[in-house]
């Protein structure tokens, strides 16, 4: 089974294959059609999508939005396009799992 950073590799690199046209708007409604027939299946998060739910957070932080504005729109709003915004979205994941990464080695020190 693919977990969700695997498929979003597999997305970055053949983003046609799974949405056609790359853009922040397809990504963000194929992962709700991900995740939505994952919960319709009765399936439970995986670590890797737990840690995923922790973007939007991120997002917000990062861009200091406090309103309640998806990913994909504050990522939008800081590219020229909806093809920029879906190359600065990778970008800003790369970021995170660096994070997420470094924060869990730092607690397992602790």
Do not use: C
């Not at 969700?4 to 983003?15: N, R």
């Not at 922040?24 to 995740?35: A, D, K, Q, R």
């Not at 990913?71 to 997420?100: P, T, Y």
């Amino acid at each position: 089974m693919t977990d969700i950073y695997d498929l979003l590799d597999k997305i970055q690199k053949k983003p046609g294959l799974y949405l056609g046209t790359p853009t922040i708007t397809g990504l963000y409604m194929f992962l709700n059609g991900y995740s939505y027939a994952r919960q319709d299946q009765g399936l439970s998060l995986t670590q890797q999508e737990q840690s995923f739910e922790q973007f939007q957070d991120w997002i917000q932080q990062r861009f200091q939005v406090k309103a309640t504005v998806s990913w994909a729109k504050i990522i939008l709003l800081h590219a020229a396009d909806e093809r920029s915004g879906f190359d600065l979205f990778f970008d800003l994941l790369a970021q995170f799992k660096d994070e997420v990464t470094h924060l869990k080695a730092q607690t397992s020190a602790a």
